[in-house]
């Protein structure tokens, strides 16, 4: 380093305290296995890197290497290699809740998320975003089976449409049995006589967290935090539809078949649920 900027190589090495025969043979050397492995692998990083969004930090990047790739290493290489070259994952964020004063239906989930099947519990929410021509609102509807979205809607305004047009396309992309629940806040979107009657008329059984309380969805929250790190907080958008276009980008490409969770062993949505029937006792 000191003689790539200017200085002496005799006074390099005499400062260093090793032989100027020693350093020119150093600098002849060819590169070792081990640096031509590291040089490769910084490579597919970066690429990895770059198709996250930037989001994927040290696990997801070793999961997306040796699950994705089928590329042998360590999580200690790959954090190691992502230090050297100055890439990190993004953090999450918390979302304010708005707080709602009637409750309107039993909480049938108790914070209990975990399910083992498709098509058990769906919960969902909206969230909003500004651009320049205004906000824009985006309600999601998530199988908590393999944290895959079934359904969504992106509108201008925060209507009880919203909310029956998102859980609409849930129940036309996975035609569910009766009993599966959908679980919400109290929100007026989700108490509304259309979402009520939609969600009635195809045998789901309504669930709602207590009032004020965001663990009580916690899956969907925790979404919406990735969503906001990994998308939503990234640039200053322009209009309306550069942002809905990019939400829908980011739900059903990225989501649903790239986006690799630490709560799938690492496997995204899709693949998650491909495997389903062989995970089932014969």
């Known amino acids: 380093m000191m003689a790539k900027e200017g200085l002496p190589i005799a006074t390099c090495c005499r400062i260093l305290q090793v032989s100027e025969s020693g350093f020119h043979m150093w600098r002849r050397r060819p590169p070792s296995a081990r640096a031509l492995r590291h040089a490769w692998l910084t490579e597919q990083i970066r690429a990895v890197h770059a198709d996250s969004r930037g989001a994927y930090g040290g696990r997801r990047m070793h999961a997306e290497l040796t699950l994705g790739l089928g590329i042998q290493v360590g999580h200690g290489a790959v954090e190691l290699l992502m230090r050297r070259a100055g890439l990190k994952g993004m953090p999450g964020v918390r979302r304010p ?3 709602h004063q009637t409750p309107t239906a039993a909480d049938l989930v108790d914070r209990d998320f975990h399910r ?16 320049r021509e205004g906000k824009v609102y985006c309600c999601v509807v998530l199988d908590v089976y393999a944290r895959r979205v079934v359904g969504w809607s992106i ?3 925060q209507t009880a449409a919203l909310a029956t047009n998102a859980l609409g396309m849930a129940i036309e992309n996975r035609r569910p049995s009766p009993g599966t629940l959908i679980h919400s806040d109290h ?46 907080n990234r640039q200053r958008w322009r209009t309306r539809i550069e942002l809905a276009n990019a939400i829908f980008e980011y739900l059903e490409i990225f989501h649903n078949r790239r986006r690799r969770h630490s709560a799938l062993g690492m496997l995204t949505p899709i693949e998650y649920e491909r495997i389903y029937p062989t995970r089932q006792p014969a």
Not at 216 to 223: G, K, L, P, Q
């Open 187 to 232: 929100g007026v979107q989700y108490t509304s006589w259309a979402f009520t009657e939609r969600a009635k008329a195809s045998g789901l059984v309504a669930s709602m967290g207590s009032i004020g309380d965001c663990y009580d969805n916690a899956v969907i929250e925790s979404f919406w935090g990735r969503m906001q790190t990994e998308l939503l």
């Open 155 to 157: 509108d201008s305004t």
């Open 116 to 131: 083992s099947a498709p098509n058990q519990l769906w919960v969902t929410d909206i969230t909003d975003h500004p651009t």
């Open 97 to 99: 809740r708005l707080k």
